[in-house]
Structures are given as structure tokens and as C-alpha cells.
């Protein structure tokens, strides 16, 4: 069975599923209530969506932070990535490069 995870990203441009980097200790105002908003979901059979996260109530701040990423099974799953970079416009891009939306 698929699972849906929402993960929030840091400054760094890490992605994490709690409400503080566990890579670098990150955090910011509203991110306390990210985990809560999805804990809401889970109890109701919800899977983690922008949409449903907005209706919870979470900032426009923290919206634009969040990744969701459906998993085959929970195999799968991880709480937290460190990217190091991206390809973006067909061109390999460190993570220190990247533009300010990807970190």
C-alpha cells in the first residue's frame, strides 16, 4: 500500500518531516504547527496534501516549504533528506548554488 509523506524544507535546503531540521536545527514561526496539521490528517485517513495542510490552517510561509511525495510502501519512507544539489535547466547545480526557492 502507497504512503504520502509531507516534509518541510529548510534554509539549507534540506527536507525534513518534523518541525526542526534535524540536520542543522532549522526552524521557523509556524512550523511547530506542520507536524500537528498532518498528525490531524493521519487520524482522519487523510494523506498530506497543500491543499488539505492550508485547510488546517498552516501558513503561507510554511506552504511554500512543503514537499509531498507519495512512496510505494513504507519501505520506502524516509524523515529526512540532504541533497547535495539539483539539475535545474538541464545543468548540475550544488545545493550552495542553487536559487533561494530550492534552499
Known sequence: MSRTVAYLRCNSGHYFDGSV????GWTATGCAEFPLAV???DQR????SRALLAAEGLPD???SRIL????PDDCAVFE???PAGYIVGGRWTP???A???LR
Open 21 to 24: 531540521c534535524p540536520f542543522d
Open 68 to 71: 509531498v511525495m507519495e512512496f
Open 61 to 63: 510561509a510554511v506552504l
Open 45 to 48: 485517513g487523510l494523506a498530506p
Open 80 to 82: 529526512a533528506m540532504n
Open 99 to 101: 536559487p533561494p526557492g
Open 39 to 41: 498528525a490531524r490528517l
Open 95 to 97: 545545493l550552495v548554488n
